[in-house]
């Protein structure tokens, strides 16, 4: 499971979830590298892990899967 999230997501709702737990991560690096270096880096790799690289490609990917993986009709 964990490897099939790190490699490949053929779904826009795990994608969406990769880039939450990126920007949150990402967020909280950026908080704590002043004071907190080494949990601040630990963060760092834990949003680029969840990216997949940098945030422009995520946000390329999220568009290019937004075509080819649409989202289910909500009921009224």
């Excluded at 002043?34 to 422009?56: D, M, Q, S």
């Excluded at 990917?61 to 009921?75: E, G, K, V």
């Amino acid at each position: 499971m964990i490897n099939r999230l790190l490699t490949t997501s053929n779904c826009l709702a795990t994608h969406i979830v990769r880039g939450t737990v990126g920007a949150v991560s990402l967020g909280f690096a950026f908080y704590l590298l002043p004071t907190h270096l080494a949990p601040g880096l630990i963060l760092a790799v834990v949003a680029l892990t969840a990216f997949r690289g940098c945030p422009t490609c995520w946000l390329a990917t999220l568009f290019s899967m937004r075509s080819s993986c649409p989202l289910p009709p909500r009921d009224k």
